[in-house]
């Protein structure tokens, strides 16, 4: 058994399509992938105010919901002489729940921003009442925001977890093994498929933990515990650079505590009598 805590998810957050009110908001404001910069007197992220954002420029602002009692937006904007960054260059400084909705945001601006004509017919769309879709206005297709189903996986036998480094990844950095979904494919055939691609074995016993939403650029990352079965290790040698069985009590360098791929495996140390 483990005493792990999986971060909750915002239970401070509706999502909703219409306001319920005009009072003052959350402005998430948008530059393509990128976010505006704000922070408080503690040097964490936050969003902009009413009035920050009224001095903007914006290209268009969508309604999220409620987090609390304060309305939340997405706000789209082109040009700016404003400070804009990757969301990524702000995590360890943000609040959780503030990056889930700075990421919502960055995905419902690039949703509406890339689907003003239909893929169809080629003709406009408006934006539907009842729920977040953009409609056409000939044939009457419905486009909602991309989303991007993949798994995550942390294999595992014994006291050793098997983890690996992708190309992109800073060197010495090691993480759990993770992709995408393929059309007609259940979550557990991708886990086992998307094993046995990236480093050539196979896993028996799968244990869902939990999810993240992740707006690099629009997954939905579901996370898996897999027990090791057979095979030696072969590397997908375009994509994972190094993969190696680690003891728990002696990992490499491994992500840092906001993302699921770090939940993983700390769960699994906490089943097993260790910490890291």
């Known amino acids: 058994m483990s005493n792990y805590q999986w971060p ?6 509706r999502s909703l399509i219409v306001p319920e009110s005009d ?3 959350l402005y998430f404001v948008c530059r393509a992938d990128e976010i505006l910069q704000r922070f408080d007197d503690e040097g964490l992220w936050r969003p902009a105010t009413t009035e920050e954002f009224s001095a903007l420029e914006h290209d268009e602002s969508h309604f999220m919901g409620y987090f609390g009692d304060d309305p939340c937006f997405a706000v789209s904007i082109s040009n700016s002489d404003a ?22 945001a960055i995905q419902v601006c690039d949703w509406s921003r890339t689907h003003k004509f239909c893929g169809n017919c080629g003709a406009k769309t408006t934006q539907a009442g009842h729920d977040r879709s953009m409609v056409c206005s000939a044939c009457k297709l419905s486009f909602y925001p991309r989303l991007s189903p993949s798994i995550i996986v942390l294999v595992h036998r014994g006291e050793e977890v098997l983890l690996g480094r992708n190309h992109m990844f800073p060197k010495g950095l090691f993480s759990t ?27 028996g016993k799968l244990s869902y933990r939990g999810s993240q939403p992740w707006p690099f650029p629009n997954s939905l990352m579901l996370g898996f515990h897999a027990e090791y079965d057979d095979g030696d290790i072969v590397l997908q040698e375009d994509e994972i650079a190094e993969a190696d069985w680690f003891r728990c009590d002696d990992l490499p360098m491994i992500p840092g505590k906001f993302a699921i791929s770090r939940w993983l495996i700390d769960e699994y140390l906490s089943m097993r009598g260790f910490d890291y």
């Open 83 to 104: 400070t804009f960054a990757n969301l990524r260059a702000n995590l360890g400084k943000i609040n959780p729940a503030y990056f889930d909705l700075a990421g919502r």
């Open 8 to 13: 909750e998810a915002n239970a401070n957050f």
């Open 23 to 25: 009072d003052e908001g």
């Open 177 to 203: 093994l993770a992709g995408f979904v393929e059309p007609g494919e259940s979550i557990e055939e991708t886990v086992r498929r998307e094993v046995k691609e990236e480093v050539g074995v196979n896993v």
